[in-house]
């Protein structure tokens, strides 16, 4: 008897299609295929690892690995009958990963091993100097630009490299290979030569050797040489020439766009981010975009989409691009595809980022091979195993690690977030985007915030506008720079449209960026990274809920809104900052200065900018602030005028007013192209001058008095500081910028009428460096310094603050307290964010209140009790004055008082500087109170015997 064959029975959504394959909804395609992603783990744990650990470990570990693998497969082989097939699978399942485990784990040894052995790391262990023949490996680029102190930190040009011959001091040459990062720092002129470095040009290095900042970078040594322009001695390959020219074209092709385009969209198209200032980068990783400008598998995708269309469509009968318009044949389209991804690797360069973007388009070719989704995991888990085994640094690469874990959200959770999203009714191309942006967001977010301990609450939706443009840009950048080497002119006439949707891109990275509430932050590392993995993984568990409640979700989604707008009135109420009728902020800048003077209703006087454009930007938008009639630098230091960019953004400034004294020359020719840029005038400020805006008023006491043959010579940048004495409200403000001692005490000398203050604005964050009589003069209420924390300087000073407390000041400082606001006409002080306190928003701070006296009295009983005959005064009409109102109470013996004792004023005179304690000082004129004596008061400092 002949039996019938059977007929399968297919899917109605798959007997329904027009395709003969089917539907590619992943949805009815049976449960994703995850058997490739545990020996793709396995082998990135084990590179991860041996790339930290000693080669014998390794070797045991792999040797045990490799013994164990070959026992189960043995075992399956031997007893194949015996076995049932779960235990079967099972048994191979873990013997591929021991084998994938061990080969990855060997494989990172031997690379580990590259950069352990040799001549370089020793000779840079002991700092020397060399002469190294090099082969670039990758573009080279400039170093950010930063702050270190009053100036701003030299650019260097850094060039990644392998060194294959080095020269030690004694003359010995040895050939080596060893991956090296040199860094030199050229003349502007020079610069560019540096920078026009191809791949695979060979360099002859003379600098000083030094081993890497972090042990176990990928790097053996860093080679620092000199100036000068560089030293080639081998020509790039003619494929790196063909590329070199390509991209250098495309940079021909956007000069005339506006600067915005002009440097983003290179980076779009082929990843040259050259050209990309320090702010736009800034706001890109403030909205976590900034994979739009790191080549990745989305660029080729798009390239690849233009040729075959979408890939769901593109193994059925109305499949769409360009190859089904000509009519290719799907196997020509493929290799055509091939193609294409070996030119984008060619001109995007050979590197880790170009191969992770390859791997990725090269699953988009399988897709269109097959027209399944379900494929796409397994090949995306393949790519990963391969990419580890041929370069293994990339199991600590988080940009490696990003862009697995986007592509893989991509492929499992994005089709079920848009299925779920069409049921309620989101149109289907508004909920594939929406999908595909939260859940890479989802799976990336808790990277980021270990390595940048934040979190962006404007990513989703500024990568959903953005991404309207990326196509466009992308599309015809890639025309221009196929073009351009050909017909320069038409390539120009192509760049032109395609700057519109790179400013749009640019745009939604500024907005996004300038938003009050578009970062959060969050703890840092391992454990800021888990906790945001749980928090996300709780807001999707909720998320399928409020889906089912639209005015839930609603709501939900307006105080997310709230979140991030901030309405100043709201906000206020909220967090009570910033306070109703501030007259004066210091704004939290770090080691820097930053000072905001009310003027009206969005309007302020701006007195210095700090050291950082987004820290001086946060502050003034934050307040409100969107015109400033002048803006003041009181002198061209950094760490008051590298942040003039961010206070110039998005304001109507009417003028800048700066000192006469134009050093460092640097700055302040960058201060004078930055302003003529915004149209904004810069004058010189005038001792003398008195301005008024509003109710605010003030007056340039310094630099030098009116009459110029009676000015002190200056001596430095810092004596020549813009000096304000301001009136508002009620209140009179002294702003010292950082003069020293000699510069303070000539302002004294100049205005010898100049009348105490309620607020002081302390010279040079605090420094040691004060005149006594200038503080004693001006008996401030309130004495304000502007720092950072745990800077290296030691600001500000203990006996500063000592100084100033004494005299009954209340010193508030922006690296523990925040951001400092003034009211008035009421005197009050306002902590906008006090750290490491327990503080919280709008900590009022009293200013010479009663309870402060009362504490006064209970502290100076306490220390007087223990003090011997020589007691101290309370009296109240001393402490109103702010005056010292004790002599020193000298005792042989040190008060065990002391240790209750927490007012400033009382311990600073009664414990630490009694005799015999380590802090004591040698005579009265070092104390804290020196300037002050009164009669009595002894000219040297008691020995332990007693006066």
């Not at 930290?52 to 390794?58: I, K």
Request: proline share 9%; glycine share 10%.
């Amino acid at each position: 008897m002949t039996s019938l064959p059977t007929t399968r029975t297919r899917a109605e959504v798959h007997a329904a299609a027009a395709s003969p394959r089917g539907a590619s909804d992943p949805r009815q395609e049976g449960p994703a295929d995850l058997r490739l992603v545990p020996p793709a783990l396995a082998a990135w744990a084990a590179g991860a690892i041996a790339l930290g650990t000693s080669g014998r470990t390794v070797a045991v570990a792999c040797a045990g690995a490799f013994l164990a693998a070959a026992v189960l497969l043995y075992g399956i082989r031997r007893r194949r009958a015996a076995m049932g097939r779960t235990r079967r699978r099972t048994a191979g399942a873990v013997a591929a990963v021991l084998l994938c485990g061990a080969t990855a784990g060997a494989v990172a040894a031997l690379h580990a091993a590259d950069v352990r052995r040799g001549p370089v790391p020793a000779l840079a262990g002991e700092f020397a100097e060399a002469t190294a023949e090099v082969t670039v490996t990758r573009d080279p680029r400039l170093s950010r630009p930063r702050v270190r102190g009053a100036a701003l930190a030299p650019v260097s040009v850094v060039v990644e490299a392998e060194a294959t011959r080095i020269t030690g001091p004694d003359g010995t040459t040895t050939d080596t290979r060893a991956p090296v990062l040199v860094t030199v720092r050229p003349e502007a002129r020079q610069r560019a030569a540096w920078l026009r470095l191809l791949p695979s040009t060979r360099l002859r290095v003379h600098g000083r050797l030094a081993p890497p900042l972090h042990e176990g970078d990928r790097v053996a040594a860093v080679v620092r040489g000199g100036g000068g322009p560089p030293r080639v001695i081998g020509a790039p390959s003619s494929v790196q020439r063909f590329a070199g020219r390509l991209r250098a074209g495309l940079r021909t092709a956007t000069d005339g766009l506006s600067p915005d385009a002009r440097a983003l969209l290179p980076g779009l198209v082929v990843g040259d981010t050259s050209r990309v200032p320090p702010d736009l980068d800034e706001a890109f990783r403030a909205t976590d975009m900034t994979h739009l400008l790191a080549v990745s598998g989305s660029n080729l995708t798009l390239l690849l989409a233009l040729l075959t269309g979408p890939p769901h469509l593109a193994a059925r009968a109305e499949r769409r691009g360009l190859a089904a318009a000509l009519g290719i044949r799907l196997r020509t389209t493929a290799l055509f595809g091939g193609a294409i991804t070996l030119g984008f690797v060619i001109v995007c360069r050979p590197d880790p980022s170009v191969l992770r973007a390859a791997a990725c388009g090269l699953i988009t070719l399988l897709a269109i091979g097959t027209g399944r989704r379900r494929s796409l995991l397994p090949a995306l888990a393949a790519a990963v195993l391969a990419l580890l085994l041929y370069d293994p640094w990339l199991a600590r690469s988080y940009g490696f690690l990003l862009s697995v874990l986007a592509t893989g959200a991509l492929l499992t959770f994005a089709p079920g977030w848009s299925a779920a999203l069409r049921r309620r009714g989101v149109p289907p191309r508004p909920a594939e985007m929406l999908a595909a942006a939260a859940a890479a967001q989802a799976v990336c977010a808790p990277v980021v915030v270990m390595m940048a301990a934040r979190v962006s609450l404007v990513a989703i939706p500024c990568n959903l506008f953005a991404e309207l443009a990326v196509g466009p840009a992308m599309i015809l950048g890639s025309a221009a720079l196929a073009v351009a080497p050909l017909a320069l002119p038409v390539a120009r006439w192509i760049a032109w449209p395609a700057g519109w949707p790179a400013e749009w891109i640019a745009g939604v990275a500024r907005t996004g960026a300038g938003l009050p509430g578009a970062e959060a932050g969050w703890p840092g590392g391992w454990p800021g990274g888990l906790l945001l993995a749980a928090v996300t993984l709780v807001a999707v568990l909720l998320g399928r809920h409020l889906l089912r409640h639209r005015w839930l979700g609603a709501a939900c989604a307006l105080l997310l809104l709230l979140a991030v707008v901030r309405p100043a009135p709201l906000t206020r109420v909220i967090t009570g900052w910033p306070p109703p009728g501030w007259r004066m902020v210091a704004c939290d800048v770090g080691q820097g200065d930053a000072l905001v003077l009310a003027a009206g209703p969005g309007t302020a006087v701006v007195v210095d900018a700090g050291p950082e454009p987004r820290a001086v930007d946060r502050c003034l938008r934050t307040l409100g602030v969107v015109r400033v009639p002048l803006l003041v630098l009181t002198h061209f230091h950094a760490d008051h005028v590298a942040g003039l960019p961010g206070a110039l953004r998005g304001r109507s400034v009417g003028a800048i007013e700066t000192t006469g004294l134009a050093e460092p020359p640097g700055q302040a020719a960058a201060v004078r192209r930055l302003a003529a840029a915004a149209r904004v005038p810069v004058v010189t400020a005038v001792p003398g001058e008195r301005r008024r805006s509003g109710s605010l008023s003030w007056e340039v006491l310094w630099p030098g008095p009116a009459n110029p043959a009676a000015a002190p010579p200056l001596e430095g940048p810092n004596d020549a500081s813009v000096t304000l004495l301001v009136r508002t409200a009620g209140l009179t403000l002294l702003l010292l910028g950082d003069l020293e001692p000699p510069a303070q005490q000539a302002l004294l000398t100049a205005h010898p009428a100049l009348p105490p203050v309620d607020v002081l604005k302390v010279a040079h964050h605090g420094s040691a460096y004060q005149d006594p009589r200038l503080i004693h003069r001006l008996r401030p209420r309130i004495a304000l310094i502007s720092c950072g924390a745990d800077n290296p300087y030691g600001h500000p000073s203990p006996r500063t603050v000592a100084a100033l407390e004494t005299r009954g000041a209340a010193v508030l400082r922006t690296d523990r307290d925040g951001p400092i606001a003034v009211t008035g006409p009421r005197l009050r002080a306002v902590a906008g964010g006090s750290r490491g306190r327990g503080g919280s928003w709008g900590r009022r701070v009293p200013v010479g209140s009663r309870g402060g006296l009362n504490r006064f009295r209970k502290e100076a009983r306490s220390c007087r009790s223990h003090s011997g005959p020589r007691s101290m005064t309370t009296s109240t009409a001393f402490w109103r004055r702010r005056i010292r109102p004790w002599t020193p109470p000298w005792s042989t013996a040190r008060p065990p008082g002391c240790r209750r004792i927490r007012w400033p004023p009382i311990r600073e005179s009664c414990c630490s500087y009694w005799p015999g304690s380590r802090g004591r000082a040698r005579s009265w004129r070092s104390a804290p109170w020196a300037g002050t004596a009164r009669s009595g008061w002894p000219g040297r400092c008691p020995t332990a015997g007693g006066w």
